[in-house]
């Protein structure tokens, strides 16, 4: 089992810079992609970004590419979305999700990933 926490949430206006954290603890073994997911009010949770177990691969959505960075420091098991350039599309609640051990890979499904921290909101003023 694994825990997530989510943190560095807030209100900035568009055009600033974000950067949340998620942490994990529990059997923190390293070996697993984390995804981060967002849900706006009214929609459906959608993928964002997501990193493999090494780090060395990401995949991001079309709509944050060049906006958004994700970095994990397994060392810490801390895993980092850099949201640069953010709009008031962006407003959110934002999720880090974990695969289960032995998945390497980062995917953009939501059905793959098996444990979820508690979301913590970003909003963007215009």
């Known amino acids: 089992q694994v825990q997530l926490v989510e943190s560095g949430g807030g209100l900035v206006q568009t055009g600033d810079s974000l950067t949340l954290s998620c942490a994990a603890s529990g059997r923190t073994a390293s070996n697993y992609a984390v995804g981060w997911f967002r849900q706006a009010p009214g929609k459906e949770r959608e993928f964002v970004s997501a990193?493999?177990?090494?780090?060395?691969?990401?995949y991001s959505a079309d709509s944050v590419k060049g906006r958004f960075t994700t970095s994990r420091n397994n060392a810490k098991n801390t895993v980092s979305l850099q949201m640069n350039s953010l709009k008031p599309e962006d407003t959110a609640v934002y999720y880090c999700?974990?695969?289960?051990?032995?998945?390497?890979?980062?995917?953009?499904?939501?059905?793959?990933?098996?444990?979820w921290g508690q979301g913590t909101q970003v909003t963007v003023s215009s």
């Open positions: 990193i493999s177990w090494v780090g060395r691969t990401t």
């Open positions: 999700a974990a695969r289960r051990s032995g998945n390497y890979y980062p995917t953009s499904s939501l059905d793959e990933y098996a444990y």
